[in-house]
T-cell receptor
Framework: GAVVSQHPSRVICKSGTSVKIECRSL??????MFWYRQFPKKSLMLMAT?????????EQGVEKDKFLINHASLTLSTLTVTSAHPEDSSFYIC?????????????FGSGTRLTVV | KNQVEQSPQSLIILEGKNCTLQ??????????LRWYKQDTGRGPVSLTI?????NTKSNGRYTATLDADTKQSSLHITASQLSDSASYIC?????????????FGDGTTLTVKP
């Protein structure tokens, strides 16, 4: 089945530094990947849609200069949290869908727990 | 506005018992409805996916139903196990003018006790 690998699973960083999170589709190609943020006991909140070879589409209220997304290949998308602050601490999850596989739904990564101190 | 509402918000059951989780939605046009299981600190894992023409789908002890007319879905868990303790999320994807857009429910937190 489709597998999405997300790395790192946990990261602690100091305020003001930047953190990069990787999302890889291991056995399929994904022209589109999605980045979510999840607060405790809440469901996933879509932050942006990552499109291979073009600019990401950000949801309303999400700062594109704060959360940089790069989708340089059909199997890799990265999310960089720039100048991180404690309020950026959260659980970040990516998902991807196989090309031409609408019926299969989305495969999620295992998530990244970011703690900014 | 497209919405997905799940109930109950949380549920505690004894191991071996059955339970049913509900998902009501207003997404229209509709494409598909998916149920995911999310363990604490992990990403969601797909349980079932149903399109407009499907009204029931099973995955082991998990059985999902869909009534596209009333815009309701349920996830039935049979003979619950301790490992079923997790958050269950209903996700509805739109079709037509809403194609490519998914709306997430807030999830039901299930706790299975021995």
């Amino acid at each position: 089945g489709a597998v999405v690998s997300q790395h790192p699973s946990r990261v602690i960083c100091k305020s003001g530094t930047s953190v990069k999170i990787e999302c890889r589709s291991l056995d399929f190609q994904a022209t589109t990947m999605f980045w979510y943020r999840q607060f405790p006991k809440k469901s996933l909140m879509l932050m942006a849609t990552s499109n291979e070879g073009s600019k990401a589409t950000y949801e309303q209220g999400v700062e594109k200069d704060k959360f940089l997304i790069n989708h340089a290949s059909l199997t890799l998308s990265t999310l960089t949290v720039t100048s991180a602050h404690p309020e950026d601490s959260s659980f970040y999850i990516c998902s991807a869908r196989e090309q031409d596989s609408r019926a299969r739904g989305y495969t999620f990564g295992s998530g990244t727990r970011l703690t900014v101190v | 506005k497209n919405q997905v509402e799940q109930s109950p918000q949380s549920l505690i059951i004894l191991e071996g018992k059955n339970c049913t989780l509900q998902c009501n939605y207003t997404v229209s046009p509709f494409s598909n409805l998916r149920w995911y299981k999310q363990d604490t600190g992990r990403g969601p894992v797909s349980l079932t996916i149903m399109t407009f023409s499907e009204n029931t789908k099973s995955n082991g002890r998990y059985t999902a139903t869909l009534d596209a007319d009333t815009k309701q879905s349920s996830l039935h868990i049979t003979a619950s196990q301790l490992s079923d303790s997790a958050s269950y999320i209903c996700v509805v994807s739109g079709g037509g003018t809403n194609a490519g857009k998914s709306t997430f429910g807030d999830g039901t937190t299930l706790t299975v006790k021995p």
